[in-house]
């Protein structure tokens, strides 16, 4: 496949997100914290998490979600209806809503994400992009021509220790060009949440709800 990436600001940013509902999101972070404060945590990842992808270069910002909008939602988004199924099916189907021009898609696990990054993640040259994370997953995919992403992605096992390289290895299989974004680690557990807020960026809201829970004992 020739290379096609996008120039600066051509590209449509995607994020795949829960609503921040307690017990449906964060569930690994129970114990040690409550369902609400789980809940209260995925909402401080993903409120930073979107307002990143507002000072990031883009031609669109769309949020594939599952679940209704709220007060967390800055403008500036489109909002798109999560489909069902596995995850592999509903990141297939968030590719979909792109049109032919290059597009990235992130996660809402990330809040130490920023903008200088995921304007990296738009170089000429390459096919597609991919961003590991250090559990084995990913918190990145791109494609410089999104119509192949179905292909790509249907039937990668996911949320497995090796769902990345999985992931991977059907991008280079493909015969795609594919620029690698730095490992990130995702919120999954406490500790996780601990180590993520110690990189998150100043007046990150993620760190301001982990260091208030810590400051009432949690």
């Keep these: 496949m020739s290379a096609r990436g996008p120039v600066s600001g051509a590209v449509t940013l995607l994020v795949i997100a829960k609503e921040p509902v307690p017990g449906r999101v964060k569930t690994r972070l129970t114990p040690p914290y409550t369902p609400r404060e789980a809940a209260a945590l995925a909402q401080a990842a993903l409120t930073d998490t979107l307002h990143t992808v507002l000072r990031a270069p883009a031609r669109r910002r769309v949020l594939v979600l599952d679940g209704a909008p709220g007060p967390w939602l800055p403008p500036g ?3 798109v209806r999560q489909e069902s199924g596995g995850l592999d099916e509903r990141i297939a189907a968030a590719f979909a809503c792109c049109d032919r021009e290059p597009a990235l898609l992130l996660g809402m696990d990330t ?8 304007a990296e993640a738009g170089h ?3 096919d597609a992009w991919f961003g590991p994370a250090e ?3 990913f918190w990145a995919l791109g494609f410089a021509d999104p119509g192949c992403a179905a292909a790509l992605v249907r039937g990668v096992p996911m949320s ?3 769902t990345g390289a999985a992931q991977r290895r059907r991008l280079v299989e493909a015969g795609l060009d594919v620029g690698d974004l730095p490992v990130l680690r995702d919120v999954d557990t406490a500790a996780d949440a601990a180590e993520v807020a110690a990189c998150c960026p100043p007046g990150s809201r993620f760190a301001t709800v982990l260091d208030s829970l810590a ?3 949690r």
């Design 111 to 118: 809040p130490q994400l920023t903008a200088d990054l995921l």
């Design 77 to 79: 988004f489109e909002v």
């Design 160 to 162: 497995t220790a090796h």
């Design 215 to 217: 400051r009432a004992g």
């Design 135 to 137: 559990d084995g997953g």
């Design 124 to 126: 000429d040259g390459h």
